[in-house]
């Protein structure tokens, strides 16, 4: 309603005289009216051939005319003019015949005839509105002489906000009447103007990721497009300060989570070069730091403090990824167990479960580069387990069993794709996954026994049946082979041949530090190995020494001793250690029928519960949590 009471003032300034007389007396107006109406019509027609002569010899006398794309002659843009031309332009925006390009090409023109700052606020913001409805209407994202173009109005617009203080643009203020005057501010005045600057820089950041995913991720094109991040990130930087002035708190959350977004899953020598193309000019109150881990520390922490729950839920999940990117893991395992987002997360947006995804993904794999065995196998379950790795984690689109999936739904699903330059090594991944495994699981068979249906690993379990089954195996060829003839090899006791299977997988080469990786996995594969043996041929022997085992497995005696020890201490082995002469004592240790009845009962109970906790999370839709 406002608008259109301004609108109305507009229109009602122009015609004070004629509304007065006619206020005076309305019928004698609407007469004479008449009467001038019919006069001009009689006297109008002769005049237009004069007219129509007239201009065709001023055209000829004075040279061209300028003619645009669609014919229509174009006036000259002047001083006097400009704001008249700038609101035809804006009035036709979004009308039936209208086209976008030409309103553009006037915009532009516009543009290089804006001396004042007031003339060139109201031609940007006009003209980025117009470029982001080109690509709206085209449905794709821009070109990239477009995108550049935009990048560079959008610098120029917050240029000019941050060098005239007088003009302040806001989203929370009403449309200002200037009366098609250019406007210059006293001093000390400030001059409010309605408009969103962190509006045209979201936009602009989201069609830069459109613009990753519709080019393909192995030219060089895709790499040019790369270099043009630094740029993208100092006008997220610069929009930041700039909102940080107006004290707008949303505005300055919605910036530092796009900033994060940008510099999370990056290495701290690329974050480094990306804060280092930031203008020193440009300095914030609230990010001040120069070290690539404070740098996120502090991003997130200001989000911690912001009233959105998306923007909280999203910076602690890209607090976590960072630190598993960086090998620190039990601090990313203790900020998620803290932050109980595992609870609630099937209740977030799509977006918001892939960085969930990621992160367990990534806290398995800084797991595996330290180490630790059970608790990487256990956060790698959870997303490996589904077989949809490629969809949970948003690096493919699966396509359906049956028939061809709807175009709009391949178009939607291909949005949500991350660029390829964030993607995580899904070959890699499986390799990880299955090791772990392979690890945990051989070891267990082992102390079952041949008869156990219990199983660690469900996908490690039904590769490796697969595998036995097969009537001929030849060498191992890709990484699943590998594994599977490792994983055989463990099982009767062969670690020498499982170490060289597990080394001759080539992708241990991608991961940073791999020299350690190797050596970690060697003593691992020792020491399972050596505690698979003693499970399988534990019944063959009386007392066997510490040195052989130490020489059977290229292990220290020491070494022997605290795994032999662990396992008795934990009941897994029914055995004594003898001090004086290092001996292992083997008890045989038959079971009575109640006993064995009683574990079986055991057993089945444990299933049985299995299945209902399976079944309960089900009804209440808990298990949306990774299918999303």
């Known amino acids: ?99 976008r390009e030409d309103q553009i090409t006037v915009l532009e023109a516009l543009l290089r005839n804006a001396i004042s700052p007031f003339q060139k606020i109201s031609v940007l913001q006009a003209l980025l509105a117009s470029r982001f409805d080109v690509s709206v209407a085209q449905g794709n994202c821009m070109k990239v002489e477009t995108w550049k173009s935009a990048e560079r109005e959008l610098n120029q617009l917050l240029h000019i906000l941050e060098t005239t203080p007088s003009f302040v643009i806001r989203e929370d203020v009403e449309e200002y009447d200037n009366e098609e005057k250019d406007i210059h501010p006293e001093p000390g005045q400030m001059i409010q103007l309605r408009g969103s600057i962190i509006s045209y820089t979201e936009r602009l950041d989201e069609d830069y990721t459109k613009s990753l995913q519709s080019i393909d991720p192995h030219s060089v094109e895709y790499i040019d497009r790369l270099r043009d991040e630094p740029g993208l990130y100092t006008t997220l930087v610069r929009t930041q300060i700039y909102y940080e002035k107006l004290n707008m708190k949303e505005g300055i959350a919605r910036m530092v989570m796009r900033r994060l977004e940008h510099v999370y899953f990056k290495p701290e020598q690329v974050i480094l070069a990306i804060e280092s193309q930031v203008p020193k000019t440009t300095k914030s109150s609230i990010i001040q730091a120069k070290e690539p881990s404070e740098l996120i520390d502090e991003l997130c922490s200001y989000l911690y403090k912001s009233n959105s729950s998306v923007l909280r839920t999203r910076a602690i999940l890209c607090h976590i990824y960072h630190y598993a990117l960086h090998n620190q893991f039990h601090k990313a395992r203790d900020m998620l167990l803290m932050s109980h987002l595992q609870d609630s997360i099937h209740q977030a947006d799509h977006p918001t479960q892939i960085l969930y995804n990621r992160t367990m993904v990534q806290i398995g794999l800084c797991a595996f580069r330290q180490g630790l065995i059970k608790e990487s196998q256990a956060s790698l379950q959870e997303i490996q387990g589904t077989g949809r790795v490629k969809e949970l984690l948003a690096q493919g689109v699966s396509q359906p069993r049956h028939g061809q999936p709807a175009a709009e739904t391949e178009v939607v699903e291909q949005r949500q794709l991350l660029p390829y330059h964030m993607h995580i090594n899904l070959e890699l991944l499986e390799c990880v996954f299955l090791v772990c495994s392979m690890l945990l699981e051989i070891p267990a068979q082992a102390q079952a026994g041949p008869n156990n249906k219990k199983f660690i690993s469900r996908p490690f379990r039904r590769l490796l049946d697969y595998n036995e089954r097969q009537v001929f195996t030849g060498p191992p060829e890709n990484t699943r082979d590998h594994i599977m003839s490792a994983a055989k090899a463990l099982a009767s006791g062969e670690w020498e041949k499982a170490r060289d299977f597990i080394l001759a997988i080539k992708i241990w080469d991608l991961m940073p530090n791999n020299e350690k990786i190797k ?97 309960l999370n089900i009804g209440r839709g808990e298990n949306t949590t990774k299918t999303h």
């Open 1 to 99: 309603m406002n608008n259109l009471k301004q609108k109305m003032k507009k229109i009602t300034k122009q015609y004070e005289d004629l509304i007065t007389e006619y206020r005076k007396n309305p019928e004698e107006f609407m007469v004479e009216e008449e009467e001038e109406e019919i006069i001009e019509e009689k006297v109008k027609k002769p005049k237009a051939l004069d007219t129509s002569k007239s201009t065709t010899e001023a055209d000829v006398d004075d040279g061209f005319s300028q003619v645009g794309k669609s014919g229509k002659i174009i006036a000259e843009i002047t001083q006097e003019n400009l704001f008249a031309r700038l609101k035809e332009v804006l009035e036709s925006r979004g009308k039936k015949n209208t086209k």
């Open 519 to 615: 050596s970690m996995l060697v003593d691992k594969i020792q020491e399972e190995g050596l505690r698979t043996y003693l499970f399988t041929y534990a019944s063959y022997y009386s007392t066997i020494r510490l040195s052989q085992l130490a020489s059977m497995f290229d292990l220290t005696e020491s070494k022997v001793s605290a795994i032999v020890s662990k396992m008795i201490f934990s009941e897994e082995l029914s055995a004594s250690l003898d001090q004086v002469s290092q001996c292992l004592v083997l008890h045989q240790v038959e079971l009575s029928k109640l006993q064995l009845a009683a574990f079986q009962y055991s057993e089945k109970v444990s299933t049985f519960v299995e299945q209902n906790e399976r079944l």
